[in-house]
């Protein structure tokens, strides 16, 4: 233990209390100890390249490639995709596909190439094999988008128990350097607190608790993903590596010789301790790289309806007259309200799936009076159970066997808020089975949604990693692992025990469940937030940043703890974080023990009455939100969209950072910084309204807008049409009058409630038609809905 673990373990103490920080200091020995014994040493490695081609095989999509020291699978699916496969890797068995895995697209052909390589040419893109291993992915037009170095092993020279072999992908750590073109701008990797554009440096991929409070610059978090969407002029692709080792991806931009010709191309370089060395690459533009990305990966989960409302949450809420104190404060005052969540002063002891009988004596009442007034509850699940005999949860799961163990068949106990405890292995089918059952008292309890926490997993540790011994063994679907294998995806395996349990449990519903941890496929278990970021201004802009950051991932519901979960923020930014979340798929106030109050009338009657107007607008566009839902769910496209979504060759737009586009209708230009009142907005193509004043713009180009208190900056797309909540409480359409010559469309996904139903998409054009805008379904249809037209008449070409 250095000099930082024992600042560390003082830190420890004076956050979890000296009881439980002691006990943190004996499990992180423990932790050390077991991985000294079970894990191999460090022995002499053997570097090794794939040496010169010899030959291939040609096989449905593609085929496989056979050099001195290695053999490289390259298929194309169906739909574009490109699959390579070192090492033998095949596509299967992997966390993140979706079912089985895409059928191949049996027109793509192996031929050899010049220079004693080979290529695979199908009608989407272009594989060219180098005689050494580089490995090109281009365009039909022959545009190189990514050109990936023969990659190095360091093969052990003896065999681990994890499954692997002198040289085989479980035993041999690797390297895969790529090259990219100089004006590519790298973006992804998970949930970054600095972005969403990723500069020059080195990103781990290890989901980590940050053991408090994070903000930009912080790395890793929570949910790492090796998935990057790289954006040029050349177009867009996204790589995702299927390996859950730790790893870690160093990111260099290139430069642009400015007309020498000499260009540096920008660089990737894939570094991991193990597994199979193995990646899908998509190509297209990013609307169909997402669609790709979904197809391989699944269909976001769709939130119910009352999900895509204002949601409280607050660590000590105390009991169940302070939760009906909190909502009687929103009803009084005429404030929306969908859902209040308890954390986890509400377990009996922090114990999962028990309740505090003297805090909240009756909490299935509770809920049956929160749901008469439209207000749902919803509940935090750690993974962690306590460790004790005679603890209904511990004795269900010890009968099951479905906590993890040891190398010599003991559970592994670490230390979380009920004590010692211990962690279900959710890679063991049989316990994702039982955990699911678990849920039913949840629902008994009247909850009406989850949300997991605490599931990288975390171990408290006074010293070393805040997770379980990385010895520790896990099923992995009845393959046999340990914990540097399982760990990155121990959230995403939990999040589908849930969701899987919730389902059989209510199967006419669709669950609400979003989860802090969690990897590649997340999406189809449900969402995700930011965790713990720390209250302040550069809390609030690492917000955006993991948002737009996960939707380019494919988990498109997610959003931040409003006012930053570590502290008290000043008036100014509780506001300012409060306008910025009401346009953001998760829209939640929370807070730690001890970091005040959020409710929005605790920071005066300025703060109170701006907040209410946020409010009520997102309210107003919760008939956009559910299409967008919708449409994330069909297509894979996020809600919070970058800026140069349609327009990625713009290479200003791929620099810009501090707004985003929501769905496709309306660009946000929140205030990220204190005593701003007016700001500069970097505008796509085309026309745009500010929706408060119906000034009009016209982009490309920068422009400068108002932002008083009172509201942040909102544009709306010349032509755009989309669903709104119209006076009477229905649905209406607004549409922004298109630009004289051109038309404006939009899309219509209506509500079927919050079951399986299957969504019907509305589709409608807006055009001039003399002195009036005409709006027309496409299918020649009634439009069905009153129509409010915008813009025209509050100042067109202003």
């Known amino acids: 233990m250095d000099g930082r673990d024992l600042v560390r373990s003082v830190r420890m103490i004076k956050a979890v209390g ?17 991985d000294a014994l079970a894990l ?122 994890a499954g692997g072999r002198p040289g085989g992908s479980g035993a041999s750590r690797w390297v895969q350097r790529a090259q990219v073109a100089a004006d590519a701008r790298f973006f992804g990797l998970g949930g970054r607190a600095h972005g969403p554009r990723l500069r020059d440096g080195a990103y781990r991929l290890w989901n980590t608790d940050p ?30 590596h299927d390996n859950s080792w730790d790893g870690r991806v160093t990111l260099r931009e290139g430069t642009e010789g400015a007309g020498s010709g000499h260009d540096r191309p920008g660089t990737c370089e894939v570094r991991m301790d193990g597994g199979p060395l193995r ?4 190509a297209g533009t990013p609307a169909r790289v997402l669609q790709g990305w979904t197809a391989l990966t699944g269909a976001p989960a769709l939130p119910p309806q009352w999900a895509l409302g204002y949601q409280h949450a607050r660590w000590g809420f105390g009991g169940q007259a302070e939760v009906r104190r909190v909502v009687a404060g929103y009803k009084e005052r005429g404030l929306p309200l969908s859902a209040v969540h308890l954390d986890i002063d509400h377990y009996d002891r922090h114990r999962v799936f028990t309740v505090d009988r003297q805090r909240y004596p009756d909490l299935p009442g509770l809920a049956r009076e929160l749901r008469a007034d439209g207000v749902r509850l919803v509940s935090i699940v750690d993974p962690a159970v306590k460790a004790e005999p005679g603890d ?18 003991r559970e592994v106990r670490g230390v979380v808020w009920p ?65 540097r294998e399982a760990h990155n995806v121990y959230g995403l395996a939990m999040a589908r025990a849930g969701f899987e349990g919730l389902c059989e449990l209510r199967p006419a519903e669709r669950p609400f469940l979003f989860s802090r941890s969690g990897w590649a496929g997340l999406q189809r278990y449900g969402g995700s937030w930011s965790g713990d970021v720390a209250t302040g201004w550069a809390g609030l802009r690492a917000s955006l940043s993991l948002v737009l950051g996960l939707g380019l991932c494919g988990v498109p519901y997610s959003g931040p703890d409003i006012g930053g979960f570590s502290g008290v923020p000043s008036p100014e930014l509780y506001l300012r974080w409060f306008q910025l979340g009401a346009f953001l798929p998760l829209f939640r106030t929370h807070s730690a023990l001890g970091a005040g109050r959020r409710e929005p009338w605790e920071y005066g009657d300025e703060v109170l009455e ?72 970097r505008l796509p193509r085309g026309r745009w309204y500010d929706t408060a004043t119906g000034r009009a713009y016209d982009g490309p180009g920068q422009v400068w807008v108002e932002a008083p208190l009172s509201r942040i900056p909102v544009l709306a797309r010349a032509g755009a049409v989309l669903p709104v909540t119209g006076a009477d409480g229905g649905t209406e359409l607004e549409v922004w009058a298109p630009v004289a010559g051109r038309g404006g469309s939009g899309l219509v996904v209506p509500d079927a409630g919050d079951g399986w139903q299957r969504p019907t998409v509305e589709r409608f054009t807006s055009r001039w038609e003399g002195d009036r805008v005409v709006v027309e379904r496409r299918d020649g249809g009634a439009v069905g809905y009153p129509v409010r037209v915008r813009g025209w008449e509050e100042g067109v070409g202003t």
Not at 18 to 34: D, E, H, K, N, Y
Not at 53 to 67: N, V
Not at 130 to 145: D, I, M, Q
């Open 18 to 34: 000296p009881v439980q920080g002691l006990r943190s200091v004996r499990t992180a020995w423990r932790a050390r100890r077991a």
């Open 40 to 161: 191999p040493r460090h022995t002499a490695e053997r570097a090794r390249v794939p040496g010169a081609a010899r030959g291939a095989e040609p096989q449905p999509g593609g085929g496989l490639i056979h050099f001195e020291r290695s053999s490289l699978r390259v298929r194309v699916a169906s739909g574009g995709a490109v699959f390579c496969g070192w090492e033998g890797a095949e596509p299967e068995p992997s966390y993140a596909l979706a079912g089985a895995c895409p059928e191949v697209d049996a027109r793509a052909v192996l031929e050899p190439d010049t220079e004693g390589g080979w290529r695979v040419v199908s009608e989407r893109v272009l594989v060219v094999v180098s005689r050494h291993g580089a490995v090109e992915v281009r365009t039909p037009g022959g545009a190189v988008l990514r050109r990936e170095l023969p990659p190095r092993w360091w093969d052990r020279t003896a065999a681990e128990g």
């Open 211 to 240: 053991g408090g409070a994070f903000a930009p610059g912080d790395d890793p978090l929570s949910l790492t993903m090796p998935v990057q969407l790289v954006v040029a002029d050349a177009g867009t692709h996204l790589v995702f």
């Open 279 to 282: 990646y899908w690459v998509l």
């Open 392 to 409: 209904a949860v511990y004795e269900g799961g010890a009968a099951a066997d479905a906590f993890v163990r040891d190398a010599r068949g």
């Open 419 to 483: 004590g010692e405890s211990v962690y279900p292995d959710f890679t063991d089918a049989r316990a994702r089975k039982w955990w699911g059952a678990l849920y039913a008292e949840r629902l008994a309890q009247g909850f009406a949604g989850v949300w997991h926490d605490m599931n990288e997993p975390v171990s408290f540790a006074a010293f070393g990693e805040r997770t379980l011994p990385r010895s520790a063994r896990h099923a992995l679907e009845g393959r046999g692992g340990d914990h």
């Open 610 to 681: 701006h907040a209410r107007t946020a409010l009520r607008e997102r309210q107003r566009l919760l008939p956009y939100f559910g299409t967008l839902g919708q449409l994330a769910r069909l297509t894979g496209a996020p809600y919070v969209r970058p800026v140069w979504w349609s327009a990625p060759r713009d290479r200003a737009l791929r620099d810009c950072e501090d707004a985003f586009l929501l769905g496709d209708a309306l660009l946000v230009a929140p205030a990220l910084a204190a005593g701003v009142t007016r700001r500069p907005v």
